[in-house]
């Protein structure tokens, strides 16, 4: 780098007003959970959920539209900041990057509104969880912003250590501390992955930015192809262990089972949608130039996950276990919008079918899982674990919202018509078959017919079961809250999509620039 | 793309296979050999080692050990900082501001929460 300039910089740092106000948040609630007595740590938690709307609005901010001022981004540029010495941004600003901060925010609050009553049951309210969800989600924020290695790496470790120390939150749990560490151990092992096939992929093109990347690629400067295809294999691997895709899924089970319930929420779907920017980013800007060779990994790798994540989920008696599995599976299918992007040939038609697509499926896989996980907190009291499906026998008797809510997340986990999932299906597997990879779209036709049995059985257990207790007790207004959000945007999204494909038509860039 | 095409991977990989065995041969080859009974013993701090390896200590000098190292690492970025705060000028000085004040948040943090004190 020659000679750092100053005011770059600082004019970058309009750019990055989310990240650091997310960073300033985290560090209140630390200072926060150090003051407050053990009695008013909940307030933490109210903090971080006031903190995360004020996040929102200021990654709102850059929206075309949105009446705050500042700087806005129109749909389909992007600025950037923080330029290499090629003047590549190291740090964009887009309408994918606003797009996803907002999951991710979301995903993070429905997390906190769900987690107040979680550790007051656990008796382990402090104040450092909501900290770590508020680190998290700055990590994440970096990770869909990033525009090189560097960046992208920096965002992800933050958002892992976050996310590690959530998974094992629960000290005294064997469990929870079991998944962590494997989840510790899988996801450093990953990184080693990833980081020497940025090596590689920085000796072969001489830049570790995307941008440099993709320009040496395309002018045929790379130097050895097959050392720039390892390196791209290796980071294909690294990623697919991030968004745990068949093979390099099975930290998945055990850390989602070990974790606390809103946690496991929070990582099956802010961080694979975090995983799935940093893939989208890397695929689609860095090595777009390979699209014809990545396309068919990509494409074993949803195969795979889809098949073996729904099949290996008929056999659970966890729920939680179960709905890990299914998360394996719904990796697979969200991987369908980018090999369509990949095999599009250029046809951009076909490009922004497949990245709306998996946009839109990030939001809606959000709403109706982190409305799953939010039941089973809802049964965790006094010895009852929650996540067994025994204890979901008999709750159209005891909750009968909460039974009725959970049978439309599970119906939209598997894509029944009238739920979000059905929305978000159709584009996914629309966008295979617009790239002629109609092959994909059976598999994944089939994997959710198979889905939609182990999702029958908690129905059936709901309703077709008496219940064991008679008088249960009242649930609490944050979970009340967080599933009946999960629930009314299921419904929403699936009645009257057309607003929530604008947002994720927002998210495309030019695809191969 | 033929098979000609990776020869440079196989060449890279084996290479990389063989790269501890020949570190190790060569430190074998060139190193003085002689051998000593205080070698063989554990290594403690370079004092003389006294109790069991298998000694249980606070699970506390993890804290402090971690706290130590966060402001070891401190003074390395400190160090280069010092020798061209010429060239960095009021930037640098607020940059190091703002890096110091995140460390002592954390410190503040830590010692709030007792982590200073030996139980």
Redo the contacts between chains.
Sequence with gaps: MQGFDASVFLRSLVWLKPELFLALLGFVLLGLSAALPEGKRRYVGLVALIGLAIAAVVVSSYAPGFPLGGPKIAPGTAQGGFPDGAGHPGFLADGFAIVLKLVFLLGAALCVLMAVRFLDVEKAQRGEFYAMVVFAVLGMSILASGNDFVTLYLGLETMALAVYTLVGFLRASRRSTEAALKYFLLGAFASGILLYGMSLVYGATGSYNLEGIAAAIASGTAGPRPLLHVGAVLVLVGMAFKIAAVPFHMWAPDAYEGAPTPVTGFISTAAKAAGFAMLLRIFFRGFWGLAADWTLLLAVLSAASMTFGNVVAVLQDNVKRMLAYSSIGHAGYMLLGLIAVGSSGGDPLTQRYGMTAVVLYLLVYTFANMGAFGTIVLLRRGSVPGDRVEDFRGLAGTYPVAAAAMTVFLLSLAGIPSTAGFIGKWWLFGAAIKADQAWLAVVAVLNSAISLYYYARIVAAMYMTAPEETRPEPAPAGLRAALAISLVFTVWIGIYPQPFIRFAQYALWPIGR | ?TSV??L??LI?ILIALAFPFIAFFLAWFIRPNRPEAVKLERYECGIESSGEVWGRYSVQYYVIAVLFLIFDVETVFLFPWAVRYDALGL?GLIEMGIFIL?LV??Y??AW??GALEWA
């Design positions: 793309m095409g990776y440079p991977i890279f930037f995140i948040v954390a503040a943090y709030k929460k």
